[in-house]
T-cell receptor, first 114, second 115 residues
């Protein structure tokens, strides 16, 4: 079965510094990979996705993610963090050709320090 | 479009009572998903529908939980009888047809507290 791991419960970054939120996945076939963000008392919002093609994917709010097939990773990155980026971030995977389930990681809380 | 609409936003009930959560997906979306979010277990997929048909309910915790989608614009998640361990935020999400899309649109969630 497909699965997603986010090894860090929380990441603290100073404002203006680059940030990385880690994600690794496990599927038997080819994955579709996603990042979502959740602000307090809100539903999840889509940030970006990898389907095929360029391994570096750009998304909303200046975020990007790099697909690495050999390391089965899909880390979320941003060159310069903003205090408003503080939120809960979820990585998710959907296995191509298997079923249409989208499985989420447990989430990583990103805290940007002013 | 108004997005995915869930009701109620908050529900407080006593153990043993029946709880019904409602969801209206985005018009034209063929997939509907119910997720449950807790601090301990994160975001769990309970069940999902394709064209109103339940496809996978393996995430439904037990027989006390049931979900229906009588038409393309409405779904319910019912818990009967409710227990304190059911306390969580329940999210409904919808998406367009086909695995090539995959972007989910979430509702604001229904926060359930069972006393």
């Amino acid at each position: 079965a497909q699965s997603v791991a986010q090894p860090e419960d929380q990441v603290n970054v100073a404002e203006g510094n680059p940030l990385t939120v880690k994600c690794t996945y496990s599927v038997s076939g080819n994955p579709y990979l996603f990042w979502y963000v959740q602000y307090p008392n809100r539903g999840l919002q889509f940030l970006l996705k990898y389907i095929t093609g360029d391994n570096l994917v750009k998304g909303s709010y200046g975020f990007e993610a790099e697909f690495n097939k050999s390391q089965t990773s899909f880390h979320l990155k941003k060159p310069s963090a903003l205090v408003s980026d503080s939120a809960l971030y979820f990585c998710a995977v959907r296995e191509i050709g298997r079923d249409d389930k989208i499985i989420f990681g447990k989430g990583t809380r990103l805290h940007i320090l002013p | 479009d108004a997005g995915v609409i869930q009701s109620p936003r908050h529900e407080v009930t006593e153990m043993g009572q029946e709880v019904t959560l409602r969801c209206k997906p985005i018009s034209g979306h063929d997939y509907l998903f119910w997720y449950r979010q807790t601090m301990m277990r994160g975001l769990e997929l309970l069940i999902y529908f394709n064209n109103n048909v339940p496809i996978d309910d393996s995430g439904m915790p037990e027989d006390r939980f049931s979900a229906k989608m009588p038409n393309a614009s409405f779904s319910t998640l019912k818990i009967q009888p409710s227990e304190p361990r059911d306390s969580a935020v329940y999210f409904c999400a919808s998406s367009l047809a086909g695995p090539g899309t995959g972007e989910l649109f979430f509702g604001e969630g229904s926060r359930l507290t069972v006393l």
